[in-house]
């Protein structure tokens, strides 16, 4: 039946995208499934809260501290602040300067309480500049409730905390990523719903957008990255789905996580070789074992885009070792493997059974990847990193079809001067995705996506380099300028994979090469009760769409702004 499925595709498709009519098939079962799972996760996690509060009997122990009394390092179960928040850009830039400790570069989003955590010890250091000190102020706002936890202003008990937003989202193209300018201009009107809560040992959070621009990606058959819903009286269809749904069971060495919430294994800023924000969040079980200086993390996910009876089956870990405050290595592993009535093989998911995925294949087929990451601060005003991903460690013989050295690859480079002015940070970054990397020479279902969306990067055969800028003229309020160049050739993650892949076929930049330079402003401004946020750009482009032509100026805009209500 899959075998057909993909034939199907081949002949529906013409350009070798996944078939249009399997897409149509299963898009109401997978979303009906989704988002049963993600409010069941979310009712499990209030359960859980409401019993933790009552059996550990534990909130009022610590009404017997002083308030004044003040430990960083005690342990407390916390949300997670998601990765679109506007804290993030202050965080990332104070753990570039060393003024933040504790926090990975490589793994986000981080817990509330551990951002909170890292600022109370921040603020005892001396050298702190005053524009620095502005930046932790802003964020410790923030985290109110964390802070008083940490101060021993206040104990944990069972606690529910919410926000609800309203806003405008305004799109010149409604492709997601700025260097691809697809799609036609819109404006949608958006809606946030945001809970979450704790209690000892154990946290949860939802939540949960309308946002029509599901409705209207043109990554997906019609634009419709979910079914649409009926919303009368008021409006025909709206498109809403639950971002984040997940329950947490937190203890100080060991986290398991049930749900659905974005996440980024990368480096700084960047979307990460072997998880990235870029597809949409998923449900997995997730784990984390460690401290601040070695911690093993991983989680597993079933996908069931290709509906039918094909299962596909999504493992990862990574184990990062902080070897100095300011250097730090990681090395990780991924495996998407799928077909008929395929269970999920253990071994694989297994995140201390080392190099088990890129082993031996043989009647057991997979895509395998393995990946290795560095971050090292020489002196508090320069930052490099590097990271490479090979795919295909399962290799073989070529005679079988199979890569016999490095033929599907990754890398990324960067170098950050965190403080370039008092207030201005800049970076440059450089990745390069090779034309075969994260496909599979066996089917679709092994291609290390979900719908079609890659997991990790979404631009194969591609060379990117990026410069920015962060510069803070006020404590909220940060501009962004950038300048991106990109050369993409035609091969891409949703191809098939090429019969003479390991025969001659280019590795780099195939075919008719598409040039573009990006110059833009992003930035962001925010206030407790809401912010607005842009990136407004020209690029210019040759060979558009890889048919040979001059260059052509293509403006791409994005502004949305929100107000918001904290209960």
């Known amino acids: 039946m899959q075998r057909c499925l993909r034939e199907e595709t081949t002949c529906l498709a013409g350009s070798g995208r996944l078939s249009y009519v399997r897409h149509m098939l299963h898009t109401n079962q997978r979303g009906r499934r989704r988002l049963r799972l993600a409010c069941l996760s979310t009712l499990v996690s209030i359960a859980l809260l409401a019993i933790s509060g009552d059996a550990l009997g534990q909130t009022r122990s610590a009404g017997a501290e002083s308030e004044g009394d003040s430990d960083p390092t005690r342990f407390y179960s916390s949300a997670y602040l998601p990765l679109d928040h506007w804290a993030y850009r202050y965080v990332d830039v104070l753990v570039a300067r060393g003024a933040l400790e504790g926090l990975s570069p490589f793994v986000q989003p981080y817990r509330r309480l551990d951002i909170a955590a890292a600022i109370l010890r921040a603020e005892d250091r001396a050298e702190l500049s005053e524009v620095e000190r502005e930046w932790l102020l802003a964020v410790k706002d923030e985290l109110r409730q964390e802070i008083e936890l940490l101060t021993g202003a206040a104990t944990q008990d069972v606690e529910f905390k919410g926000q609800f ?225 090979v795919d295909n460690t399962s290799v073989g013989d070529e005679g079988a079809g199979k890569a016999s050295g490095f033929n599907q690859y990754a890398a990324a480079l960067g170098v950050q001067l965190p403080a370039f002015q008092r207030n201005l940070a800049l970076r440059g970054d450089f990745t390069l995705v090779n034309s075969l990397a994260y496909r599979s020479r066996v089917d679709f279902w092994e291609y290390y996506t979900l719908d079609e969306i890659g997991l990790a990067q979404d631009k194969t055969d591609v060379i990117v380099v990026s410069l920015r800028g962060d510069w803070f003229p006020a404590p909220n309020w940060i501009l962004v300028p950038g300048l991106d160049l990109m050369w993409k050739g035609e091969d891409d993650i949703r191809l098939p994979f090429p019969e003479d892949a390991f025969r001659g076929h280019d590795l780099l930049l195939v075919g008719v090469i598409e040039k573009t330079v990006r110059a833009s402003l992003g930035g962001r401004w925010h206030h407790r009760r809401g912010d607005v946020r842009w990136d407004v750009g020209l690029n210019i482009v040759k060979n558009d769409a890889h048919i040979e032509r001059d260059w052509r100026l293509i403006g791409a805009a994005r502004v949305q702004a929100e107000i918001r209500q904290v209960f």
């Open 165 to 389: 937003a309203v806003g405008l989202k305004g799109l010149s193209h409604t492709h997601r990523d700025p260097l691809r300018p697809e799609g036609d201009e819109k404006l949608f009107p958006t809606l946030d719903l945001q809970l979450r809560g704790e209690a000892p040992m154990v946290t949860g959070a939802l939540r949960m957008r309308w946002d029509n621009h599901y409705l209207n990606d043109p990554q997906f058959p019609e634009g419709r990255a979910i079914e649409s819903r009926q919303c009368d009286p008021v409006i025909a269809e709206c498109g809403y789905r639950v971002e984040d749904g997940y329950v947490e069971v937190q203890l100080p060495y060991v986290r398991v996580f049930f749900g659905r919430m974005d996440r980024n294994w990368g480096l700084p800023g960047r979307d990460g070789l072997l998880i990235s924000p870029y597809a949409y969040s998923y449900d997995h079980i997730g784990y984390r074992f460690g401290n601040e200086r070695l911690a093993l993390t991983g989680l597993y996910a079933p996908f069931n885009d290709f509906g039918g009876d094909t299962a596909r089956h999504f493992a990862s870990h990574r184990f990062d070792w902080r070897i100095l405050d300011n250097l730090q290595v990681s090395v990780g592993e991924s495996v998407v493997y799928g077909g008929e009535n395929r269970r999920i093989d253990f071994n694989l998911t297994n995140p201390v059974g080392v190099w088990e995925i890129s082993g031996s294949s043989e009647g057991r087929e997979r895509n395998a990847l393995g990946m290795a990451e560095v971050w090292w601060r020489p002196r508090s005003d320069l930052v490099t990193y590097g990271a490479f991903m």
